[in-house]
């Protein structure tokens, strides 16, 4: 079970920072992704961290701006977003894989029920 949070509405150049709460002892084994959806536009990838935390990989739109981190002990995942533009504007999923695989595309076993970011100009 995941559920995003921090999402809002914030001007361009502003920063916005969104949490995803996961339950289950089984939080630390899984990789962690976070993918947006814009209206009439499918789900894309955004940013992935393996178990450990060791190992992130971001699309490029976003490299230099947002930040995955997590924090195994409480369960939580986080994306840091910074120098925001409009075109961020989508409903950002939290999701969940089990394997070691750092997936970018949207077979992930589990989903969040999203947080609206919007990025006015």
């Known amino acids: 079970h995941l559920v995003e949070s921090g999402g809002g509405l914030v001007q361009a150049g502003g920063s916005l920072r969104l949490s995803c709460a996961a339950s289950?002892?089984?939080?630390?084994?899984?990789?962690m992704a976070w993918f947006r959806q814009a209206p009439g536009k499918e789900r894309e990838f955004v940013s992935v961290?393996?178990?450990?935390?060791?190992?992130?990989d971001y699309t490029d739109s976003v490299k230099g701006r947002f930040t995955i981190s997590r924090d195994n002990a409480k369960n939580m995942v986080y994306l840091q977003m910074n120098m925001l533009k409009p075109e961020d504007t989508a409903v950002y999923y939290c999701?969940?894989?089990?394997?070691?695989?750092?997936?970018?595309?949207?077979?992930?076993?589990?989903w969040g029920q999203g947080t609206q970011v919007t990025v006015s100009s």
């Open positions: 999701a969940a894989r089990l394997g070691p695989e750092m997936v970018v595309t949207t077979t992930y076993d589990y």
């Open positions: 289950g002892r089984a939080f630390k084994t899984f990789n």
């Open positions: 961290i393996s178990w450990t935390g060791a190992n992130t």
